[in-house]
């Protein structure tokens, strides 16, 4: 989800425009009564900073700041006014604009549901599964997402979509929530919880699903009225402890799914790995790679989550959660070490 999305870049663009007018309107007032000592108008100010703004330069006389204080002023607002022009507008204005004219000739987009529906909150990876099996046993879902860049995706799919944020009131009600019969949150830990709460405002007998990525927020979560919480190291750890049993049955499979594009695979460290002899936190596997590290077996052993300060031994064999791009950046730093899917 993009904080700094199309529609935010408009809000301050519009803010700093709004900001810029009352600051010349009142620094021309000021100037001219102050300095210059002449009486003007609220009409006056205003055509001077319209003027001035747009970079006509044309004054009537009485108009006109004559005094190098309200020269300089003048230059300033000029330079403002040319900024938003040739900087703002194009970068800002422009696109925004070509998006709504090739939205405004695309074929209308698929409406809500009006009941019966599951309100997907966020649309992550996971939401995109959780999306595909709800419509695969014959249930509708409408998204709500922020991030304008899915925009594409979510039309060319058909899928119902609200652009906004699943913690606000209107939001929800766009999506029905009164008449959906489920809702299912896959964002942020923080934005999940704002979420849940304001649906347990508006629908308290409605089942709710989420995500949390973080022990606490799932204890949160169920304090909120949350019926069922997923998190990735609860299936990661139940993989593991059927790993640790040489167990592989269909609940390892179930376990999976819940993750929609993550998977686990393990690795054999040879000798000549650049992370042996290196600690978790040296390696910085998660970020050159993405990939979370939740487990390292050593002579039979599973040292689960480990540590930062956990060196990587020659024979490691080194259990990490990801996708698959993400795993083929880890393949590639591993010099072409194919993974095994566990």
Same mark, same amino acid.
């Given at each position: 989800?993009?904080?700094?999305?199309?529609?935010?870049? /408009?809000?301050? +663009?519009?803010?700093?425009?709004?900001?810029?007018?009352? +600051?010349?309107?009142?620094?021309?007032?000021?100037?001219?009564?102050?300095? $210059?000592?002449?009486?003007? !108008? &609220?009409?006056?100010?205003?055509?001077?900073?319209? /003027?001035?703004?747009?970079?006509?330069?044309?004054?009537?006389?009485?108009?006109?700041?004559?005094? *190098?204080?309200?020269?300089?002023?003048? #230059?300033? #607002?000029?330079?403002?006014?040319?900024?938003?022009?040739?900087?703002?507008?194009? !970068?800002?204005?422009?696109?925004?604009?070509?998006?709504?004219?090739?939205?405004?000739?695309?074929?209308?987009?698929?409406?809500?549901?009006?009941?019966?529906?599951? /309100? #997907?909150?966020?649309?992550?990876?996971?939401?995109?599964?959780?999306?595909? $099996?709800?419509?695969?046993?014959? &249930?509708?879902?409408?998204?709500?997402?922020?991030?304008?860049?899915?925009?594409? $995706?979510?039309?060319?799919?058909?899928?119902? &979509?609200?652009?906004?944020?699943?913690?606000?009131?209107?939001?929800?009600?766009?999506?029905?929530?009164?008449?959906?019969?489920?809702?299912?949150?896959?964002?942020?830990?923080?934005?999940?919880? +704002? @979420?849940?709460?304001? !649906?347990?405002?508006?629908?308290?007998?409605?089942?709710?699903?989420? #995500?949390?990525?973080?022990? *606490?927020?799932?204890?949160?979560?169920?304090k909120i009225g949350v019926n069922k919480v997923v998190t990735p190291k609860n299936a990661v750890g139940r993989a593991l402890a059927k790993r640790a049993l040489g167990r592989y049955d269909a609940a390892l499979t179930e376990g999976k799914s819940l993750l929609g594009d993550l998977e686990m695979r393990q690795y054999t460290l040879s000798s000549d790995n650049y992370i042996v002899g290196k600690n978790l936190r040296e390696s910085e596997?998660?970020?050159?790679?993405?990939?979370?590290?939740?487990?390292?077996?050593?002579?039979?052993?599973?040292?689960? !989550?480990?540590?930062?300060?956990?060196?990587?031994?020659?024979?490691?064999?080194?259990?990490?959660?990801?996708?698959?791009?993400? &795993?083929?950046?880890?393949?590639?730093?591993? @010099?072409?070490?194919?993974?095994?899917?566990?």
């Open positions: 989800m993009a904080l700094w999305n199309t529609r935010t870049k /408009i809000k301050i +663009f519009g803010i700093a425009l709004a900001l810029l007018f009352l +600051f010349s309107i009142l620094g021309f007032v000021l100037i001219k009564q102050r300095v $210059e000592g002449q009486e003007v !108008s &609220f009409i006056q100010a205003l055509y001077w900073t319209i /003027i001035t703004i747009a970079t006509v330069g044309y004054y009537p006389s009485a108009v006109a700041l004559t005094s *190098e204080i309200g020269l300089a002023f003048t #230059v300033v #607002v000029v330079v403002s006014g040319l900024m938003a022009l040739f900087l703002g507008v194009p !970068s800002i204005v422009a696109p925004w604009l070509e998006e709504k004219l090739r939205r405004a000739g695309k074929a209308k987009r698929a409406p809500i549901p009006t009941g019966g529906h599951v /309100i #997907v909150v966020g649309y992550t990876d996971t939401a995109r599964h959780a999306v595909k $099996e709800l419509n695969m046993h014959g &249930f509708a879902c409408v998204v709500i997402d922020d991030d304008t860049s899915n925009i594409d $995706e979510l039309e060319n799919k058909n899928i119902p &979509f609200i652009i906004g944020d699943g913690s606000d009131d209107k939001d929800l009600l766009a999506a029905n929530i009164y008449t959906a019969i489920g809702l299912v949150v896959t964002g942020r830990d923080d934005k999940n919880t +704002f @979420a849940c709460l304001t !649906s347990n405002k508006l629908r308290p007998d409605l089942p709710i699903t989420a #995500v949390a990525r973080n022990p *606490e927020t799932e204890k949160l979560l169920y596997l998660g970020k050159r790679t993405g990939i979370i590290v939740v487990g390292a077996w050593r002579q039979g052993d599973l040292q689960a !989550s480990p540590p930062p300060d956990f060196v990587f031994n020659p024979d490691d064999i080194l259990v990490a959660l990801g996708t698959a791009p993400q &795993f083929l950046a880890l393949e590639n730093l591993f @010099a072409g070490i194919e993974g095994v899917v566990i």
